[in-house]
């Protein structure tokens, strides 16, 4: 398969999560609602929800422009974003930002695998060996170059070699958004997703994640690396054949 053919290619997650499979959907919204019911209780929940929607429409009278001039224009992208942060802030006003970051954290662990895996292609249809992480490297830089026409992400490439792809973003919405709202921390758990998620994708490609620093938490941009791991072939689960 040609990687132009793969699943979402040159999409932006502004044009993948809104269109995410309803089951997917379902599954995140039983795991959130199970998760705080637990920290929480009952009635713990539905007061939190209360607040969580009264910080809602807060947030929508908050002026978003900055984004919006960077080229952000799906709104159901932004919606997300701002009912996400009114989560967030509810639960850390409830029970503080440690705890909500865990909470949030524990979230992540449950749906950030099946959300990833259902708009991104498997690492089976990136193909073996040598072709995989040449797929992945066509795939990824593709993938950026969407986020920074949809105004996600602003980014620059600072290695890309036999070794490793590796990219600096310097902007992210994803942090933006939560930052403007007055909640930058409330993006944590999307970094946090990333963490779960990545290693276990690549490690069948022979790749491994490497992150030092993210914008939500405080660097001066999220240095993404993948990088080929020494003295170990790719995994895989299947033959060529299937």
């Not at 929800?49 to 422009?65: H, I, K, N, S, Y």
């Not at 930002?97 to 979230?107: L, N, S």
Request: net charge neutral; proline share 4%; hydrophobic share 40%.
């Amino acid at each position: 398969m040609q990687t132009r053919e793969l699943k979402n290619y040159g999409k932006s997650y502004a044009e993948m999560l809104p269109c995410l499979p309803r089951a997917v959907r379902k599954r995140i919204h039983r795991a959130a609602s199970r998760k705080i019911r637990r920290r929480l209780g009952i009635w713990g929940s539905l007061r939190l929800l209360v607040v969580a929607r009264r910080r809602e429409r807060q947030f929508q009278a908050v002026d978003l422009t900055p984004v919006r001039e960077r080229g952000l224009v799906s709104e159901d992208f932004i919606r997300e974003m701002i009912r996400n942060a009114a989560l967030f802030s509810a639960m850390e006003e409830r029970v503080g930002q440690g705890e909500a970051r865990a909470v949030f954290h524990e979230i992540m662990d449950e749906v950030s695998r099946p959300m990833n895996e259902a708009i991104l292609p498997s690492a089976e249809a990136l193909g073996d060996d040598e072709d995989a992480c040449q797929a992945f490297r066509d795939y990824f830089l593709a993938f950026f170059e969407a986020e920074k026409r949809d105004g996600l992400h602003a980014y620059e490439v600072v290695e890309d070699s036999e070794k490793a792809i590796a990219i600096n973003v310097t902007y992210c919405a994803f942090c933006e958004i939560p930052r403007l709202l007055g909640v930058v921390e409330a993006c944590d758990p999307s970094c946090y997703s990333d963490e779960v998620f990545f290693p276990g994708y690549l490690e069948p490609m022979g790749l491994r994640f490497a992150r030092t620093k993210t914008l939500a938490r405080g660097g001066d941009c999220c240095d993404f690396r993948f990088e080929k791991t020494e003295g170990q072939s790719p995994r895989r689960t299947r033959t060529r054949d299937g």
